[in-house]
């Protein structure tokens, strides 16, 4: 008998951590941490104890208490004894957070799959960030004692991986950041199709159409498929890539002085589309020491064929002003321009601007710009991205600037999301990632940590 028990990612956006068991073999897709769960109990600064590993998140129910998945470290201060791994493998979909984020807890013995994007990606995010994804002999011992790193292997599209009685095949899609995919788990009497995040109105739409393909061939007894979307109103339409570009382009061609972007650090479809943008404009193309090392990161990626910061005379490095810098900043200083380069050049600039680093601009003091926003709008039960977005709005009229809202999302319409359900045609359908299980036709009514036969 096949199962499947949902520890995160059931009437959640994110989160997901889904357990496949059979007699022999215990597999998870994927191991995120919910966008929403953990601010139920905290805010801003009150954050769990991470000196005393999972305890916290043990007795608010924000991990699953189960034995022979944790590191000792994390266990010791928890009423959940340490024990050898009863867990033989973890999949993991994307590099996003909601993916990925309690990987670090897990026993280093455990097996953890990823692409090779996916694992750049999160080294780079590791490197330059405060979170630690997995260990390996990079990351400081920053923790109890000595780490042992983690088992991490890498994986390709279509290629197969056997881990007990189960294989594993993953298949690229099309998301917000390269190196996503979905799978499909071919245990002894059961097929599951698991489609990760997905779109297919980015770049690479012809991805996620082949992994719809593949999961149709499959015939899956249960496809468990993302619904981000499919409860959104009416009047969020269904941008695509093309169409920032081209809106894009409109705001930069009718803009004397600088041009902010604002994108996602991780989504490089967005990256690219800026970057072609300033090409053809013959602007220079501003970036932030964090895109600088994640580039450099995945110079060899051929696939992905991203310019090389270092050398791409359409790229320039801003390096803030600071009394000290990292360690992996340092390496990058001599190739960086400062707010006296862009107070000189910003006209011929488009300028990639964290929102956490607007008071750049007082350096800066842009005349005649205008800022393009290409990420979500804010959310209306969310205040605090309401909040956010008040603080953008004064930061731009402070120095004159239209604001342009402009983005694609990174997950799917509710009219792609049933195209790929119609098409697969599953025995069971598992709707997750998602507000809007009652939007989908019938389905599985799934409870967090109730296991489901397949
Ligand atoms: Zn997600
Ligand atoms: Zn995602």
């Given at each position: 008998m096949t199962s499947l028990t949902m520890f995160g990612g059931v009437n959640e956006i994110g989160g997901n951590k889904f357990l496949v068991e059979s007699e022999k073999t215990r597999v998870f897709?994927?191991?995120?941490?919910?966008?929403?769960?953990?601010?139920?109990?905290?805010?801003?600064?009150?954050?769990?104890?991470?000196?005393?590993?999972?305890?916290?998140?043990?007795?608010?129910?924000?991990?699953?208490?189960?034995?022979?998945?944790?590191?000792?470290?994390?266990?010791?201060?928890?009423?959940?004894?340490?024990?050898?791994?009863?867990?033989?493998?973890?999949?993991?979909?994307?590099?996003?957070?909601?993916?990925?984020?309690?990987?670090?807890?897990?026993?280093?013995?455990?097996?953890?799959?990823?692409?090779?994007?996916?694992?750049?990606?999160?080294?780079?995010?590791?490197?330059?960030?405060?979170?630690?994804?997995?260990?390996?002999?990079?990351?400081?011992?920053?923790?109890?004692?000595?780490?042992?790193?983690?088992?991490?292997?890498?994986f390709r599209t279509g290629k197969s991986i056997s881990?007990?009685?189960?294989?594993?095949?993953?298949?690229h899609v099309d998301h917000s950041v390269p190196g996503a995919y979905g799978f499909l788990v071919e245990g002894k009497d059961a097929r599951i199709a698991y489609s990760g995040d997905l779109r297919s109105h980015g770049n690479k739409p012809g991805m996620t159409s082949d992994f719809t393909q593949k999961a149709e061939e499959f015939e899956p007894d249960a496809l468990i498929i993302e619904g981000t979307r499919v409860s959104a109103s009416e009047k969020r339409k269904n941008y695509t890539e093309l169409y920032v570009k081209e809106e894009s382009e409109k705001v930069v061609d009718g803009t004397k002085g600088l041009v902010l972007a604002m994108r996602y650090p991780k989504d490089l479809d967005r990256f690219r589309t800026f970057y072609e943008l300033a090409k053809k404009s013959g602007r220079k193309l501003v970036i932030s020491l964090k895109t600088a090392h994640l580039l450099s990161s995945l110079k060899g990626d051929e696939a992905l064929a991203l310019p090389d910061p270092l050398k791409d005379e359409n790229i320039k490095i801003y390096a803030r002003e600071m009394l000290k810098y990292q360690s992996w900043e340092s390496k990058l200083l001599e190739h960086t321009v400062d707010s006296d380069w862009m107070a000189e050049n910003g006209n011929n600039a488009i300028w990639e601007l964290d929102f956490l680093q607007l008071t750049e601009l007082i350096d800066v003091q842009p005349k005649l710009a205008a800022c393009i926003h290409s990420m979500s709008e804010p959310f209306e039960e969310d205040p605090m991205s309401q909040l956010q977005d008040e603080v953008l709005h004064n930061w731009l009229d402070r120095f004159g600037m239209p604001h342009h809202q402009l983005h694609a999302s990174g997950h799917a319409s509710k009219e792609e999301i049933f195209g790929i359900i119609d098409r697969v045609k599953p025995k069971k359908l598992l709707p997750v990632h998602t507000h809007g299980c009652a939007f989908f036709p019938t389905h599985v009514e799934m409870k967090k940590e109730g296991k489901i036969e397949i």
């Open positions: 897709l994927d191991f995120g941490q919910s966008f929403s769960l953990l601010d139920d109990y905290f805010v801003d600064w009150l954050k769990p104890r991470d000196r005393f590993g999972l305890r916290d998140y043990f007795a608010l129910g924000l991990m699953p208490k189960l034995p022979g998945l944790y590191r000792k470290s994390e266990l010791e201060d928890t009423n959940l004894k340490y024990s050898e791994p009863e867990c033989d493998a973890v999949f993991i979909s994307h590099p996003h957070f909601d993916h990925t984020a309690h990987l670090c807890y897990l026993h280093p013995e455990v097996q953890i799959f990823m692409g090779e994007t996916t694992k750049t990606i999160l080294k780079s995010a590791q490197t330059t960030g405060k979170s630690i994804f997995f260990y390996d002999e990079d990351v400081p011992k920053v923790k109890k004692g000595e780490e042992e790193p983690n088992d991490v292997k890498t881990i007990g009685d189960m294989e594993i095949t993953p298949i």
